[in-house]
Antibody, heavy 126, light 108 residues
Framework: QVQVQQWGAGLLKPSETLSLTCAVTGGTFSDFFLAWIRQSPGQGLEWIGEFDNSDTANYLPSLKSRVSITVDKSKRHFSLSLTSVTAADTAMYYC????????????????????WGQGTLVTVSS | EIVLTQSPATLSLSPGQRATLSCRASQSLSTHLAWYQQKPGQAPRLLLYDASNRAPGIPARFSGSGSGTDFTLTISGLEPEDFAVYFCQQRGSWPSYTFGPGTKVEIK
């Protein structure tokens, strides 16, 4: 059974660096894309970035200069770093392990199963 | 960036009724669209991928259709646990796998 557990600091001051980590237990680690998503209070969902099976990280363009997703395969951990935070970065942050398959008829990957962390509420306030 | 629009914003229905939710994309997605369910205090959960395929463990009352720019999520008979917020998400165009703003299905 796959489970995802996340942790990290929930209260930051402006200009500090947000740092969150997720651990994936169960399953085959290489079967997953690893993603970070955030949700501002009372707002919708925003895809921050994703680490895929080619060891490539893709990021939301508006955050690209400040964000980094790293993966430690030996520990089955993946982490999010977001520098120079402001109040606008206040949100619930989720990590997700996304099980994928390759569809040869479409020459692309599809996500067919997801496992999410419990979420970390990050508040940026002076 | 592809923009997703969902309608209605809120759907008020009774248990047992049929729910029909719409998601419209600003550009063609082929069938690269997913639907998620989110309940208060919980992370989202994948319901459907590639527009019409149910994720493992998702009941058959959830179905999806559409391609290109217009997609529909149908819940054939609402169960009490189905009252939640539903988001569509496009996976047709990186670098931004955008979500729609959501449709809240509430008890009438």
């Amino acid at each position: 059974q796959v489970q995802v557990q996340q942790w990290g600091a929930g209260l930051l001051k402006p200009s500090e660096t947000l740092s969150l980590t997720c651990a994936v237990t169960g399953g085959t680690f290489s079967d997953f894309f690893l993603a970070w998503i955030r949700q501002s209070p009372g707002q919708g969902l925003e895809w921050i970035g994703e680490f895929d099976n080619s060891d490539t990280a893709n990021y939301l363009p508006s955050l690209k200069s400040r964000v980094s997703i790293t993966v430690d395969k030996s520990k089955r951990h993946f982490s999010l770093s977001l520098t120079s935070v402001t109040a606008a970065d206040t949100a619930m942050y989720y990590c997700a392990a996304l099980r994928f398959f390759f569809d040869p008829s479409r020459h692309r990957f599809s996500i067919y199963e997801d496992y999410w962390g419990q979420g970390t509420l990050v508040t940026v306030s002076s | 960036e592809i923009v997703l629009t969902q309608s209605p914003a809120t759907l008020s229905l009774s248990p047992g009724q049929r729910a029909t939710l719409s998601c419209r994309a600003s550009q063609s997605l082929s069938t690269h669209l997913a639907w998620y369910q989110q309940k208060p205090g919980q992370a989202p959960r994948l319901l459907l991928y590639d527009a019409s395929n149910r994720a493992p463990g998702i009941p058959a009352r959830f179905s999806g259709s559409g391609s290109g720019t217009d997609f529909t999520l149908t819940i054939s008979g609402l169960e009490p646990e189905d009252f939640a917020v539903y988001f569509c998400q496009q996976r047709g165009s990186w670098p931004s796998y955008t979500f729609g703003p959501g449709t809240k299905v509430e008890i009438k």
